[in-house]
């Protein structure tokens, strides 16, 4: 089966820019997750979707980050404007359902993010 | 609330020595873990996991026993290969909930 896709693989912005970052998850996966790894630290979760819902989006910076997942399938992830600390590697994954984090769920490679 | 804690790196081994890379969580109930692994310029890979106490997980050569006692979840390989070369993380969920990293433990083979 083909994997989580993301697009771009490496983007250059300038802070106070906007920039947005594609997910497309496995065929059928109803559960997706985006998740931003920073340099030397663990991924953390930034939101997570079941189908079209928000399920978790806690530690999602709300005054410049957004997210959307219409019809449930492909996701967008947005950030307006950046902020130097917001260069990190920008990670989506998927799974079945929520249940299946209890065995994993499938990462894209990712996208890093380079704010100048 | 529920953590990971694991060993600092960079560990730097010589090819075909021992490895054993240090996990510990706190968590309410049974937590699933895990093992993933990043090679440079890739994503997140699973490389193995346990869902329940006393399991072992077990991939490519690596096992971690998921020891509800101690808390831990160490990751162990017998003799490492260059290839290994990679940041390895160790992670928890529980049922219905998102996965929780550690801060990551990189680690480079010596040839």
């Known amino acids: 089966e083909a994997g989580v896709a993301q697009s771009p693989r490496y983007k250059i912005i300038e802070k106070r820019q906007s920039v947005a970052f594609w997910c497309n998850p496995i065929?059928?996966?109803?559960?997706l997750y985006w998740y931003q790894q920073i340099l030397g630290q663990g991924p953390k979760l930034l939101i997570q979707?079941?189908?079209?819902?928000?399920?978790?989006d806690s530690q999602l910076p709300k005054d410049r980050f957004s997210a959307e997942r219409l019809k449930g399938v492909d996701s967008t992830l947005k950030i307006q404007p950046a902020k130097l600390e917001d260069s990190a590697v920008y990670l989506c994954?998927?799974?079945?359902?929520?249940?299946?984090?209890?065995?994993?769920?499938?990462f894209g490679s990712g996208t890093r993010l380079t704010v100048v | 609330g529920n953590s990971v804690t694991q060993m600092e790196g960079p560990v730097t081994l010589s090819e075909e020595a021992f490895l054993t890379i240090n996990c510990t969580y706190t968590?309410?109930?049974?937590?699933?873990l895990f093992w993933y692994v990043q090679y440079p310029g890739e994503g997140l890979q699973l490389l193995l996991k346990?869902?329940?106490?006393?399991d072992k997980g077990s991939n490519k050569g690596f096992e971690a026993t998921y020891r509800k006692e101690t808390t831990s979840f160490h990751l162990e390989k017998g003799s490492v290969q260059v290839s290994d070369s990679a940041v390895y993380f160790c992670?928890?969920?529980?049922?219905?909930?998102?996965?929780?990293f550690g801060k990551g433990t990189r680690l480079h083979i010596l040839p």
């Open positions: 979707f079941q189908n079209n819902g928000v399920v978790d």
């Open positions: 065929s059928g996966h109803a559960t």
């Open positions: 992670a928890l969920s529980r049922r219905d909930d998102k996965i929780i």
């Open positions: 994954a998927s799974s079945l359902d929520a249940a299946e984090a209890n065995y994993g769920y499938t």
């Open positions: 346990a869902t329940k106490a006393d």
């Open positions: 968590a309410t109930g049974y937590p699933s």
